[in-house]
């Protein structure tokens, strides 16, 4: 394995985070996964902007809020993971 998570699997985790029975129980989680649908919501609004943008620096822009979204993401998992052991990597 080469270390690269795609896209789908970071999407997978985040449902999985997301619709965990235990993060109803706990306050840490339920911040941590508001957090992650944010982060979601800013990964979505950043591809909207890159597919519908003709400005070479707006798209530019576009490809790094979106980079950034994802290793927020990907943090975000380990936090979740941390809490309470519900991501597996």
């Given amino acids: 394995m080469d270390g690269h998570v795609s896209t789908i699997d ?3 985790r985040a449902i999985k985070v997301i619709s965990s029975p235990k ?3 706990n306050k840490e989680l339920m911040e ?3 957090e992650i649908e944010r982060t979601l919501l800013e990964i979505k609004n950043a591809q909207e902007i ?3 943008s003709t400005d070479p620096d707006i798209i530019d822009y576009a ?3 979106e980079k950034a979204e994802f290793a927020r993401l990907c ?3 380990k936090v979740a ?3 309470n ?3 597996n990597f």
Avoid: G, P, W
Wanted: proline share 0%.
């Fill in 85 to 87: 052991n519900i991501v």
């Fill in 50 to 52: 890159f597919k519908y």
């Fill in 81 to 83: 993971r941390r809490i």
């Fill in 10 to 12: 970071l999407i997978e």
């Fill in 63 to 65: 490809i790094f809020k």
């Fill in 32 to 34: 941590v996964k508001n």
């Fill in 75 to 77: 943090y975000l998992f």
């Fill in 23 to 25: 993060v109803e129980e």
